[in-house]
């Protein structure tokens, strides 16, 4: 194995190394169905008034549950300021309390259009809190409200990280017990909280190419930290 990753780095110097695997795009939202009236018009479908809406989705004046609006911004739905650091227990606070209002079973005896109503919000709030809840999913998705995009190759990275995740590739290939997988993984743990304060900083100082390097980096230590996962649980079925 040692030989077949010296050939890895050789060649490596020569030319760029080509990533593991493709950097994907940040998924699209789901798309969701939305009723004509509601995507020509802000005023409600029941009362047709233009009041504000409670929590984004619920007319003030006749308290109908409104048509999901698929393009909302997670940070404004889940009601924080539009910033990478955000409090993790605010968070799932308030995403519980979005999903008591939308529960399906709470409209079981409503109009149809707003039982559709209930499952689409249920569903995008779904997503937006798993979104914001994960650094790297965050960091990707306030690089889309810029208009930025993920490179779609190793372009961000530098020969000596990826030659550093070759090698850490090696180390779970040849690790021989959980205890070993274990340090590994702490390893990883550690370096990806120091990245996740780091995203913090380079999106306050408008450093989006930093923070592209960083996701792409990021990118790399979860996959090494999936296969790490993998062979914990090949190791217990042995």
Known sequence: MRAVVGVFKSALRATNYAAVGRVGRLARPPQLRKFGAAASSPACWNCDRKSVLKQHMICSDCGHLQDVDAAINY???????????????????????????????????????????????????????????????????????????????????????????MERNEEVEEAQDSAALAELNSQIVRELEAMTKQLGSQFEAKDLAGVKGTLVEMKYLLSIQASIKQKQQSLLGS
Request: hydrophobic share 35%; proline share 4%; no cysteine.
């Open 75 to 165: 940070f404004e739905l889940l009601n924080f300021p539009t910033n990478f650091n955000l409090e993790g227990q605010q968070l799932t606070q308030r995403f519980r309390q979005l999903q008591t209002l939308v529960h399906p079973d709470k409209f079981s005896n409503k109009t149809s259009r707003e039982q559709i109503n209930s499952a689409d919000w249920s569903s995008l709030i779904n997503k937006a809190y798993k979104t914001l809840a994960t650094p790297i999913e965050r960091g990707q998705y306030l690089l889309q409200l810029e208009g930025q995009q993920m490179p779609q190759d190793n372009s961000a990275l530098n020969k000596e990280f990826l030659m550093a995740m």
